[in-house]
């Protein structure tokens, strides 16, 4: 058993003993100092043998009197060396070895010591001789912490008693010492708050234990190499010179608070450590602060910047600690829009650039003359919801800047480009402004320096996106995000990565892309939310986009929760894009619930109409973006045609302007439909349709679905039954519900009474709840032609499989004229094959 002073090693080994579980006799010896010598050792290691019931026989070598007298017993005996401390050089050392060797099955050794003995501990492992027991094994769990604190009638809540476990680490004398600190105690949780190394009861524990007994040159080593929380060779070099970084090594390997992490790397116990910087405080104050600069130097060399900005902000030395930050182009991680994540990590908790300038006073921006203290304050500012702070952080630097324009770095101009890209509610003309600054210092920028910054790239470019979102170019907001997700996946910042997935959806939803977004929306929804604080945090695309996909896949309730999110959201961060996608995909909601005048009122106010419907928008509201000010009207239109209001539906849809994404020509063509002039509705039906254009899924589709309505009104229901196969193959394909839903009432008595169409699409349809039923419902002739005398006599032969030649024989007309009759049959019954006729007229019952 191995661990520092204080873990409990004694106890366990006497636990043990007394559980009556040894192999045979124990023989106990407690070692202390000097016993390494061999006329010491195995003087008490025999008398230890003899109170154990065992005499050992025989003068001069005691060692292999011993193994003479073990190796005649029936039984094993078991020998405790508690305390052990020997070197590999020692007598001592090479006589144990040679007992073990020699005895083999009749001795049993339990060691307890600070570090692994110098026996050949590898051979015993890989013979299965060995069992190993840890300070890890060591450490008291919680449920034992509590027993322990319980008998000092001292209870903590779990958050404390947990706060409490992770400073300690489970080590029992720390633990045992906060125990009896708290006795009595008020209020332990508030002490738990406080306790740590530098307690003094830990502090005085310590120094008994280890650095009283250490020489003054081992001693001055471990004072300088307790300041980093992580130490190397070269880290001690740096801090206590060449002479005590030779040292290094040894003392790593003796003193047991030292643990191994990797690479050359080591790390103290967190309250050693906490320790012995306390100690170095009281001993040569000014001290602590000269190490940390060293250490912060030591990491700004070897390239990294998050230890060499902790221990420069632990020295007080502000201004070179924002220079590192700025310089290395990590005010990303102060925005929160990178992960945590950082060499050592598990000693300190994630984001560890925030945690360390946090503390900066406020003050230091104005006194530092220099402008990237005041760049980080904006960073922390923004990070924190901080906005006032932020702009006014931002303005002490430019005014810095301008003083002397040619101290101004590149990283320093990105830096501040981008603690401006990452606000909440930027200005359109600010952001594009800003966009243009910073894209050209990323041109600008060796390609080097940016591979280990992910989230720059990231942000750039979801700030392009929202930029071209916000001005309704679609396809280029697409093309923005699409690049931006990698990237911002890359930072692992969550926040970063849920903004860009959320609005590649948005935009993906509005440029008609359903299956697409559903998949992003998705993926965003399984990210984790960064909750309602700081403002902006939320990200109000995320929801809108789920909310988008709930209308899509007719799920009215899902779309509702969705919106009320994204609502919060608008609402603590105002953003009148925002709020106007969200009044869009709300009243479109409230039109798939049937309720078409609430839908208008949502539309209205979003347009900042007059509560009577007036032309003229209230002064005091704030300016749409055009693009989204026509999806507005074009919806008004829509809720005025359900409506049966076909002219206030035509006002809406010419106010609307010149929509280039051919929803406009749509709306008209449904007022005119509504209007009584369908040759008109038809008109405009075509010109989507031959559209040479990308047309948006959600435009086809409506258009298709059009064309089926006014194919069929116009007595040609072989074209509708064209046009809503494709339809319906369309929209399966991409999932889109919605334009069936809203074309429910005249599509679900058409295909009621077309079972082999619907078909090929029986899942789709069912979930509009549109598939076929029994068919009882009488046919409405007005969808397919009515059947001449003739052409029915025609469909009674057909039924017969008989050829065009046989039926005109049988009926006495020419072949040319069946043929005709033919055709008149498929157009009325909507089919284009003679099975298909066969099948629909035997289903209409008329054969």
Excluded at 27 to 56: D, H, I, K, N, Y
Excluded at 285 to 303: K, V, Y
Excluded at 332 to 355: A, W
Excluded at 510 to 537: F, K
Aim: aromatic share 4%; proline share 6%.
């Amino acid at each position: 058993m191995t661990g520092p002073p204080g873990t409990g090693k004694t106890m366990a080994a006497i636990s043990w003993a007394m559980c009556g579980t040894a192999p045979g006799p124990i023989a106990w010896v407690t070692l202390q100092r000097g016993a390494e010598q061999s006329e010491v050792f195995w003087p008490m290691v025999l008398s230890a043998f003899q109170r154990a019931g065992v005499e050992v026989s025989g003068d001069g070598d005691p060692v292999a009197a011993l193994a003479l007298t073990l190796t005649e017993r029936a039984q094993p005996v078991v020998l405790v060396l508690d305390d052990l401390s020997i070197q590999a050089d020692c007598e001592v050392n090479r006589d144990l070895g040679r007992l073990l060797r020699d005895t083999r099955a009749w001795l049993r050794l339990v060691v307890t010591a600070r570090q692994d003995p110098p026996l050949p501990m590898r051979r015993y492992h890989l013979a299965q001789e060995l069992t190993e027991i840890g300070a890890e094994q060591l450490a008291f769990s919680e449920r034992e912490a509590e027993q322990l604190l319980a008998q000092h009638k001292v209870g903590l809540s779990q958050s404390s008693l947990r706060t409490l476990l992770a400073r300690t680490e489970g080590w029992a004398a720390g633990l045992r010492l906060a125990a009896i600190a708290m006795e009595g105690h008020h209020d332990p949780d508030e002490f738990v708050a406080h306790f740590g190394g530098d307690h003094n009861s830990v502090v005085a524990y310590l120094m008994e234990e280890i650095l009283d007994a250490e020489p003054d040159d081992r001693r001055r080593l471990l004072m300088a190499t307790g300041v980093p929380e992580r130490i190397n060779a070269e880290l001690a070099t740096e801090l206590a010179g060449p002479v005590a970084g030779r040292a290094f090594a040894a003392m790593v390997r003796d003193n047991a608070f030292a643990t191994r992490l990797d690479q050359g790397w080591y790390r103290y116990h967190p309250m050693f450590g906490q320790a012995l910087r306390l100690i170095l405080r009281h001993e040569t104050p000014g001290h602590l602060a000269e190490l940390d600069l060293r250490a912060a130097s030591w990491f700004a060399r070897a390239g990294d910047v998050h230890d060499a900005v902790w221990h420069a902000a632990r020295a007080g030395a502000w201004p070179y600690a924002a220079r590192l930050v700025v310089d290395h182009l990590e005010v990303g991680r102060l925005l929160g829009l990178r992960s945590g994540h950082v060499p050592g990590e598990g000693l300190r908790p994630g984001h560890v650039l925030g945690d360390s300038l946090r503390a900066m006073p406020d003050t230091v921006p104005h006194l530092a003359g220099a402008p990237e203290p005041a760049v980080v304050a904006a960073a922390l500012a923004r990070a924190g919801g901080d906005e006032e702070s932020c702009a006014a952080a931002l303005e002490t630097a430019q005014a810095l800047i301008d003083r002397s324009p040619a101290t101004a770095s590149p990283s320093l101009r990105m830096s501040i480009g981008l603690v401006r890209l990452a606000d909440p509610q930027p200005r359109e003309a600010d952001l594009s402004r800003t966009l243009t600054e910073v894209e050209a210092l990323l041109q600008q920028a060796p390609a080097h320096s940016l591979d280990q910054h992910p989230e720059i790239e990231a942000l750039v470019l979801a700030a392009r996106g929202s930029l071209e979102l916000r001005q309704g170019r679609l396809n280029e907001a697409v093309a923005a995000l699409r690049a931006a997700v990698e990237p911002a996946a890359l930072a692992g910042g969550d926040f970063l990565y849920r903004h860009c997935l959320g609005q590649l959806a948005l935009a993906e939803g509005l440029r008609g892309r359903p299956a697409r977004a559903c998949e992003l929306a998705a993926q965003a929804e399984q990210l984790p939310d960064p909750g309602p604080v700081p403002a902006g945090r939320r990200g109000a695309a995320a929801h809108l986009a789920s909310a988008w996909v709930a209308i899509q896949r007719v799920e009215p309730g899902r779309a509702k929760q969705e919106l009320s999110k994204a609502q919060a959201a608008v609402r603590q961060c105002p953003d009148a894009v925002m709020a106007g996608v969200h009044a869009l995909i709300s009243a479109q909601a409230r039109l798939l619930e049937g309720l078409p005048r609430q839908a208008l009122e949502e539309t209205r106010e979003a347009v900042q109409e007059p509560p009577g419907g007036g032309r003229e928008p209230r002064e005091a509201a704030v300016s749409l973006e055009p693009w989204l000010r026509r999806r507005l009207l074009l919806l008004q239109a829509e809720a005025h045609a359900a409506l049966g209001e076909p002219a206030q539906a035509r006002a809406c849809a010419e106010r609307a302007g010149d929509a280039d994404d051919l929803r406009k020509p749509l709306a008209l063509a449904v007022a005119a439909l509504s209007e009584g002039r369908p040759g008109e509705a038809a008109q405009a039906v075509h010109a989507v349709l031959t559209e040479p254009g990308m047309v948006p899924l959600d435009v086809r589709l409506d258009a298709l679905l059009l064309d089926v309505r006014l194919a069929y009104q116009n007595g040609d229901p072989s074209r509708g039954r064209r046009m809503l196969d494709r339809a319906l193959r369309l929209g399966d394909r991409e999932q889109a519900l919605l334009p069936f839903a809203r074309s429910k009432p005249w599509l679900q008595p058409l295909l009621r009474h077309d079972p082999y169409l619907v078909r090929p699409y029986q899942r789709f349809l069912a979930r509009l709840r549109l598939a076929p039923d029994s068919g009882e419902e009488e046919l409405d002739t007005a969808m397919y032609g009515r059947l001449s005398a003739r052409e029915l006599d025609v469909l009674q032969h057909l039924t017969k499989v008989m050829t065009t030649e046989e039926i005109a024989a049988q009926m006495y007309v020419s072949v040319n004229t069946v043929k005709t009759h033919l055709k008149s049959i498929y157009r009325k019954l909507a089919v284009t094959r003679r099975a298909e006729a066969v099948r629909r007229a035997k289903h209409l019952s008329l054969v």
